[in-house]
């Protein structure tokens, strides 16, 4: 078993396993493992003090069979080539298992957003994509926000796009701000996506959800919106979240007994999704320094800030309590953790069923640019529900009928969708 935490390696390793439980041909394994192109490229941006900075930007396709590439954009400092591989293939799993007419892709750059003014963030996002706009469209490859950007950002994308081509194309990127071709409801999707999936995964158990408690790692979009998501559609009690403070260069943990107020909470987080300790120490917050959040008494277990943070190590400190883990993140938990928590029965919500909200509001986002025709919050939420109740049921009805872990059952539901459409499009042989 991998106890990698290169998500590159730990993305192949998933598959690996399930295309030998598949018995998958070594032609169809040849497209899969890898990407199917990869850009990488320098980016020259005029500082604030007039010097020029130079960043590394990648933008990767792993597949685009079923539909254009579509994944978000991360600006990270510790962003590297095989992080944004591994989360572009889990696209092209989460886009099929979503069961939206979508490939898998995903961009980074690497720098940390805090250190950056606005204007040289402004400036960092339309050299990106100066230096790639001939390998994205809205037919070929379409970026989203995610980790360390904005829609602020995905706004300046989009016209920068549409000045290179002389055409107004909002359907170029997804996740834009509202009044700038965005979508009603895509700021929260992904967290409200995820609560849908934990709801549907306490009815399968027998759970009554307004007992329940839940502890989040991360507090940045995803984090906030489960925790909203969470009170507001099952009722639970949210015990505590986390965060990085980018300040101390610690994380921390905040815990509330009586259960957190995630908009109080949300009110002292800064836009990189760091909490104010001294105001949350104020209203009464136990802070505790480093991963307490893993190893709290509770029901629901949400990792929503990044990927490898379940390892063959941390996993023993998982309570017995917890009987779901909701994979908010991409990639949190590594395949040697994997063999614990199947072992020990944990109901494992696998990341790219888990989170794909956000990229099926942005699929709907993309449809509304093309029919220049806008959708209320309520018809957005409501066809959300139904995309993630609908992938839910698909990968439960496949972990039960074949016996098999729910990532593998995910896995299964996604290259299955993913093998066919190469078969009907002549890729491989039939
Ligand atoms: P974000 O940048 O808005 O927030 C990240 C949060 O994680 C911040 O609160 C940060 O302080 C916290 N964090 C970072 N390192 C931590 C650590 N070591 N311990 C505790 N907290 C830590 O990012 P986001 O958009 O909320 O994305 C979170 C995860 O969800 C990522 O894995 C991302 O790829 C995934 N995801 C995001 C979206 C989306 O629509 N934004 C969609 C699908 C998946």
Redesign the pocket.
């Known amino acids: 078993m991998s106890s990698s935490t290169n998500a590159y390696e730990m993305a192949q390793a998933q598959f690996d396993k399930v295309a030998d439980q598949l018995g998958l041909d070594q032609q169809v394994r040849d497209y899969l493992r890898y990407p199917m192109r990869e850009f990488h490229v320098r980016i020259p941006v005029r500082m604030d003090d007039g010097t020029i900075r130079v960043f590394q930007g990648y933008r990767v396709q792993h597949n685009d069979v079923r539909g254009p590439n579509k994944g ?1 954009l ?1 600006f990270a400092a510790n962003e590297t080539a095989d992080t944004v591989r591994a ?1 572009a293939m889990w696209m092209t799993w ?1 886009t099929a298992v979503a069961d939206i007419p979508l490939g898998g892709g995903k961009g980074g750059i690497v720098v940390d957003p805090s250190t950056l003014s606005d204007g040289e963030k402004e400036r960092l996002v339309r050299g990106f994509v100066k230096a790639i706009w001939k390998n994205i469209g809205p037919r070929q490859d379409v970026p ?6 904005t829609p602020q950002m995905m706004g300046w994308m989009m016209d920068e796009y549409s000045s290179i081509v002389g055409t107004y194309t909002p359907g170029v990127i997804t ?1 834009k701000p509202l009044g700038g071709g965005g979508s009603e409801g ?1 700021t929260e ?3 409200f996506g995820v609560v849908f999936t934990i709801r549907e995964a306490m009815k399968h158990l027998g759970i009554d959800p307004s007992t329940t408690t839940a502890s989040i ?8 919106y489960v925790a909203i998501g969470f009170q507001k559609f099952l009722g639970g009690k949210i015990l505590c979240v ?5 300040n101390d260069k610690k ?3 905040f815990t509330n007994e009586a259960g957190v107020d995630p908009h109080f909470l949300k009110s002292i ?1 800064d836009q ?4 104010d300790k001294d105001k949350a120490r104020g209203a009464g917050y136990l802070i505790e320094e480093g ?1 307490a ?1 893993l190893s709290k008494d509770v029901d629901v277990l949400i ?5 490898g ?1 379940i390892t063959g190590e941390t996993v023993k400190k998982i309570s017995q309590k917890v009987r779901i883990l909701a994979e ?5 938990t590594t395949p040697d953790a994997d063999a614990v928590l199947s072992e020990r029965g944990t109901f494992v919500i696998p ?1 790219f069923l888990c ?5 099926t509001v ?1 699929y709907m986002e993309g449809v509304q640019n093309d029919q220049n025709f806008y959708w209320s919050k309520e018809e957005v939420q409501e066809r959300l529900d139904q995309k993630m109740t609908s992938a839910f049921n698909s990968v439960l009805q496949m972990a039960l009928s074949k016996g098999v872990y729910t990532r593998d059952a995910a896995y299964m539901v996604a290259i299955d969708k993913v093998v066919r459409a190469m078969k009907l499009r002549g890729w491989i042989s039939a």
Do not use: H, M
């Open positions: 978000g991360r989360l989460k989203a926000p995610d980790v360390g950007t996740g895509r999707a992904t967290g790692q991360g507090f940045g979009n995803v984090g906030q986390s965060c990085w403070d980018r994380s921390y943990t987080t990189y999704g760091t909490i991963d959040w990792p929503a800030a990044l990927e943070q908010a993140a991409n990639g949190p990341d989170n794909a909200g956000g990229v942005s």
